[in-house]
């Protein structure tokens, strides 16, 4: 049987359950199951505020709109970011009018503080530190150079669902938070996101930003008492960014299953880890101490990563990279050779297969294979 990347697990009685009682009340789009879920997600992660959308992506174009016209930022304004994620960190940039800078990554294939500070003009307005795999890399220190030069920093933890750093869920030291809660997540649904902002003021306007900029939304105005559920104002331009009861039942569903989950994945880590350290021809992406990853991603590093994947192809199993470097994409080909590290790993690294369905013989084979075809 073949062995894919990626298999979400749905608890599919459960979901239909959830669904089925948005389905009877008559009520599918933002609503009370949206609530629901939002006020779970902040007793899980401990954060704040948090307010469901329909992807991660939105979320990052509306954490970057609502900081620059918050501050002041002007178009052409800068922020740092990483070439080593999936193209929508990058666009949420362009999408308001602003200018990525690409910083290089380290080991950890996350942001390399070292890099940032070499980047930072009079014009750096933020820097998008991305999670990769679940990892939290050098955030701590990528976070004290934020504050100590008034940067904003933006956390794209699309697959840090449930990762918790010296006991804490990240998240709750940035600016802002972006969770992705996409069908291949950790915690999966069709597609949908949390956007988790430390300031209440700006969840407050990102509430209204993600629907059209109207100060009240349609489940508010149908829940008050009175005859004027139709008056509301519009204050300003916004999105329909906002999330659906269906998305936010099947994710009330997935969360409480998210640390059991998370944990077999770190079991299928640790197997991974058992039988490819010390191979002379891999190099395994390390987690950084006191991070308890969720371990979306397992990723190794090979110096014949394209030859590695069709023979792993051919026995049937189905990595995948994780990330082609964004400056090799003509979107960004102006920062093709400033990150040096991160165009080497984007030609090396090799996800291997991460879900529930894969088991201790499985990941044998896959090492037995990695170790049988890796080049010297």
Request: proline share 3%; hydrophobic share 40%; aromatic share 10%.
């Amino acid at each position: 049987m073949a062995i894919q990347l990626f298999v979400p697990n749905f608890r599919v009685e459960e979901c239909l359950d959830e669904i089925r009682e948005c389905l009877e009340k008559g009520w599918t789009g933002l609503g009370f199951k949206t609530n629901q879920f939002e006020d779970a997600w902040k007793a899980y992660t401990g954060l704040p505020h948090a307010h469901f959308l329909s992807s991660n992506t939105v979320g990052l174009h509306l954490a970057i709109e609502l900081l620059k016209t918050r501050r002041g930022w002007q178009d052409g304004d800068e922020v740092i970011t990483t070439p080593l994620t999936f193209v929508s960190s990058n666009h949420a940039i362009l999408y308001s009018k602003l200018t990525p800078v690409f910083a290089d990554v380290d080991d950890s294939l996350c942001l390399d503080p070292e890099s940032i500070e070499s980047r930072i003009t009079d014009r750096t307005r933020a820097v998008i530190f991305v999670g990769l795999g679940g990892n939290v890399g050098q955030y701590a220190r990528v976070l004290t150079l934020c504050r100590e030069r008034g940067i904003a920093l933006i956390l794209d933890a699309a697959h840090m669902a449930g990762t918790r750093y010296h006991g804490k869920h990240v998240g709750h030291d940035a600016d802002v938070a972006v969770f992705s809660f996409q069908a291949v997540k950790n915690l999966p649904t069709a597609d949908s996101g949390m956007i988790c902002f430390a300031d209440a003021e700006d969840d407050a306007r990102a509430r209204k930003l993600s629907w059209l900029g109207i100060n009240k939304d349609t489940y508010a105005r149908t829940a008050s008492q009175g005859a004027y559920k139709w008056m509301y104002d519009v204050e300003e331009v916004g999105y329909k960014y906002h999330g659906n009861s269906i998305m936010a039942a099947m994710g009330l569903v997935s969360l409480k299953y998210l640390d059991n989950d998370n944990a077999y994945r770190r079991q299928l880590a640790a197997w991974y880890e058992e039988l490819l350290s010390g191979q002379p021809n891999v190099k395994l992406v390390s987690v950084t101490e006191g991070c308890e990853s969720s371990r979306h991603l397992f990723q190794i590093r090979v110096k014949n990563r394209d030859e590695l994947m069709l023979a792993l192809n051919e026995h049937e199993v189905y990595p995948g990279v994780h990330y082609r470097d964004n400056t090799e994409y003509r979107m960004y080909a102006s920062g093709r050779g400033t990150c040096p590290n991160s165009y080497t790993a984007s030609g090396e690294i090799l996800s291997l297969p991460m879900h529930m369905g894969v088991k201790r013989k499985d990941v044998e084979l896959i090492a037995d294979l990695v170790k049988r075809y890796a080049a010297a």
